[in-house]
C-alpha cells in the first residue's frame, strides 16, 4: 500500500474554487462602475472647490482672470466652457471616459486640451505674429513673437492619494458580497 496525502473537498468550497478558477472572482465591473462613480463624485469636489487636489493648482494671473470674466463671465480655474468639467463629472457626457470591464476601469475625458493642463506647457512661447496680436487684442499682453508664454501645471485627471486609497474597500466590499453568494466569508489579518 502506497503512502498517500489525501485532500477531500467540501461542496462549498469545491463550488468557491470553481468559481475562482473561472476568472469569474476578478470580474468585478460593479466594484470598477463604483470607482468610476467615486472618481467622478471626487471630480465633482475638486472643481466646486469643496476639495483640494493634492498639488494646489497655482492662481490664475490678473490678465488671465479678466479674460475668463469678459469671455465666460466667471474665473473658475480649468473651467470656461465647462467642457472639459462636464467630461470629467458626467458619465455619458460629450468626451466622457467611463469604459468599464470586469478587470479593469478608465476615467477621464477625451477633451484634447486636458493633457496639457495635466502637464503644463512650461516652455510655451509666442508662435506667430496672429497669436501676437491675438493676445494683445483680447488679453492686453503685447508680447514679441518668441517671447514665453508658459500654461501652469493644473492636472484635472489625476485623483487624489485619499481618493485612491479608498478605491481596495470599493473592491472589497464587491468581494464580500460574491463570498456572501458561497457562504465565505474575507476577513481582515
Given at each position: 500500500?502506497?503512502?498517500?496525502?489525501?485532500?477531500?473537498?467540501?461542496?462549498?468550497?469545491?463550488?468557491?474554487?470553481?468559481?475562482?478558477?473561472?476568472?469569474?472572482?476578478?470580474?468585478?465591473?460593479?466594484?470598477?462602475?463604483?470607482?468610476?462613480?467615486?472618481?467622478?463624485?471626487?471630480?465633482?469636489?475638486?472643481?466646486s472647490?469643496?476639495?483640494?487636489?493634492?498639488?494646489?493648482?497655482?492662481?490664475?494671473?490678473?490678465?488671465?482672470?479678466?479674460?475668463?470674466?469678459?469671455?465666460?463671465?466667471?474665473?473658475?480655474?480649468?473651467?470656461?466652457?465647462?467642457?472639459?468639467?462636464?467630461?470629467?463629472?458626467?458619465?455619458?457626457?460629450?468626451?466622457?471616459?467611463?469604459?468599464?470591464?470586469?478587470?479593469?476601469?478608465?476615467?477621464?475625458?477625451?477633451?484634447?486640451?486636458?493633457?496639457?493642463?495635466?502637464?503644463?506647457?512650461p516652455?510655451r512661447?509666442?508662435?506667430?505674429?496672429?497669436?501676437?496680436?491675438?493676445?494683445?487684442?483680447?488679453?492686453?499682453?503685447?508680447?514679441?513673437?518668441?517671447?514665453?508664454?508658459?500654461?501652469?501645471?493644473?492636472?484635472?485627471?489625476?485623483?487624489?492619494?485619499?481618493?485612491?486609497?479608498?478605491?481596495?474597500?470599493?473592491?472589497?466590499?464587491?468581494?464580500?458580497?460574491i463570498?456572501?453568494?458561497?457562504?465565505?466569508e474575507?476577513?481582515?489579518?
Amino acid at each position: 500500500m502506497a503512502d498517500i496525502f489525501k485532500i477531500q473537498i467540501d461542496p462549498k468550497t469545491k463550488a468557491v474554487l470553481e468559481f475562482l478558477g473561472k476568472g469569474k472572482l476578478l470580474e468585478l465591473k460593479q466594484a470598477m462602475e463604483n470607482i468610476g462613480k467615486d472618481y467622478r463624485k471626487h471630480k465633482s469636489r475638486i472643481f466646486s472647490g469643496r476639495e483640494l487636489p493634492d498639488t494646489k493648482w497655482p492662481r490664475l494671473k490678473t490678465v488671465t482672470r479678466i479674460f475668463k470674466r469678459q469671455k465666460f463671465g466667471a474665473t473658475r480655474i480649468l473651467v470656461g466652457s465647462g467642457a472639459m468639467k462636464k467630461s470629467l463629472i458626467r458619465e455619458g457626457s460629450t468626451h466622457n471616459v467611463s469604459e468599464v470591464s470586469a478587470k479593469q476601469g478608465e476615467f477621464g475625458t477625451r477633451i484634447p486640451y486636458a493633457q496639457f493642463h495635466r502637464t503644463g506647457l512650461p516652455n510655451r512661447r509666442v508662435k506667430s505674429q496672429k497669436q501676437r496680436f491675438w493676445l494683445g487684442l483680447n488679453l492686453g499682453l503685447w508680447k514679441k513673437v518668441g517671447d514665453p508664454l508658459p500654461l501652469p501645471k493644473r492636472d484635472p485627471i489625476t485623483p487624489n492619494k485619499s481618493t485612491v486609497d479608498g478605491w481596495p474597500k470599493i473592491i472589497e466590499k464587491e468581494m464580500r458580497s460574491i463570498g456572501k453568494l458561497f457562504e465565505f466569508e474575507i476577513k481582515e489579518i
